[in-house]
């Protein structure tokens, strides 16, 4: 059991929003960013299967290079969507399918480590795979399985364990293609979860007015930055540089992690500008939005500095200050969103309690 509890807050404010006065940047976040977001995601992971094949038939320099390369596309697309937690991608479970975050007391190892000593048929086929345990289904454990520590890919170097690596390692990878195709037919389908958004009122089970619809949005995008902060960094960074821990960054087995961070920090930052708010703010307010950016431009800039891969390399070249610089930043982020920015647009802003098996 992994648990994130986030402590409530609201800023309320008291004027009626017209029916469909959020509806334009409800309308821009899921043209702009959204449908665009989870097509990329879909398009990259579905080359893991092909990938995966590929160095199970020949193990070279080429098939080696073509399987990182598809997961690591595939992780940084993901990243780019994981903050969508509402909708489809928490349907039927399927943002810990697809990656099982965070896992600080190693339970997807320990249950991989089971399923080889069992040599478990369930894990050969993405059907009966769907019903484990979500710490052994998505990318997290391809990562485990087709890595070593070091960060180089092991996947289909075992003649011992070939034949098992290779099933599992497939339908892992079909698993996560068949999830990202869904979250894109999902979202692209005019009466799908779009449609909940933008059809706030009386009969909408969901959203009353387009304004609780907009701030359910925004409360996921605090949300996320307030994830990548305290879940993706401040473990890794532990109470100081002496008891850091590189390798609870996400993704730093396959040496993803900084790439992994970026898409995070990027695709929270675009989400946000494709919104278009300024219109719905006054002319005195709309500097918090030009001041937002300017922090996410920091925010980039110490990911910018690090040297790849971050396991191997943190401490050095002043990594841990870096790293300890973004998280400060990424706590004013956070503050400017839930408090500025979320007054701006006279939003009742709240955080939820987000729980997880």
């Not at 976040?29 to 992971?45: C, G, H, L, N, T």
């Not at 099933?167 to 990878?173: D, F, K, L, N």
């Not at 409360?219 to 109470?239: E, Y």
């Not at 690090?306 to 790293?323: A, E, I, Q, V």
Request: glycine share 6%; charged share 25%; with cysteine.
């Amino acid at each position: 059991m992994r648990r994130l509890v986030i402590a409530a807050i609201a800023v309320c404010f008291s004027y009626p929003a017209a029916s469909e006065e959020f509806n334009p940047p409800l309308e821009h976040f899921i043209a702009d960013y959204v449908r665009p977001a989870v097509a990329e995601f879909s398009q990259s992971s579905a080359k893991l299967p092909d990938a995966v094949s590929a160095i199970c038939a020949e193990e070279k320099k080429a098939t080696i290079s073509g399987f990182y390369e598809a997961f690591t596309e595939t992780v940084r697309d993901f990243s780019r969507i994981h903050f969508l937690r509402f909708g489809p991608l928490v349907e039927d479970d399927r943002l810990s399918r697809l990656a099982f975050m965070p896992d600080p007391r190693g339970t997807g190892m320990r249950q991989i480590r089971k399923i080889y000593a069992a040599q478990d048929p369930a894990v050969l086929s993405p059907e009966s795979l769907r019903d484990k345990s979500v710490a052994v289904q998505g990318l997290t454990a391809l990562q485990l399985i087709a890595f070593n520590k070091y960060g180089e890919v092991v996947l289909g170097s075992s003649d011992e364990t070939r034949d098992f690596d290779c099933g599992y390692a497939t339908a892992i990878a079909r698993n996560v293609a068949s999830i990202a195709a869904k979250l894109e037919t999902e979202w692209a389908d005019p009466k799908g979860y779009s449609a909940v958004l933008l059809s706030a009122g009386p009969d909408n089970e969901r959203f009353r007015t387009s304004k609780e619809a907009l701030e359910s949005v925004f409360n996921a995008l605090v949300t996320g930055v307030i994830i990548m902060r305290d879940q993706d960094i401040l473990p890794a960074l532990g109470s100081s540089a002496e008891k850091a821990k590189p390798r609870r960054f996400p993704f730093s087995r396959s040496r993803n992690a900084i790439i992994y961070l970026s898409g995070e920090l990027s695709g929270i930052r675009d989400a946000v500008n494709s919104m278009n708010l300024k219109p719905l703010m006054s002319e005195s307010d709309r500097w918090v939005l030009d001041t937002l950016g300017f922090e996410f431009k920091n925010a980039q800039s110490y990911l910018d500095k690090l040297t790849p891969p971050l396991r191997l390399n943190f401490g050095k070249d002043g990594s841990y200050n870096l790293t300890a610089a973004l998280a400060v930043t990424l706590n004013a982020i956070r503050d400017m969103m839930a408090q500025e920015v979320a007054g701006a647009l006279k939003l009742a802003g709240g955080f939820n309690a987000l729980d997880g098996d």
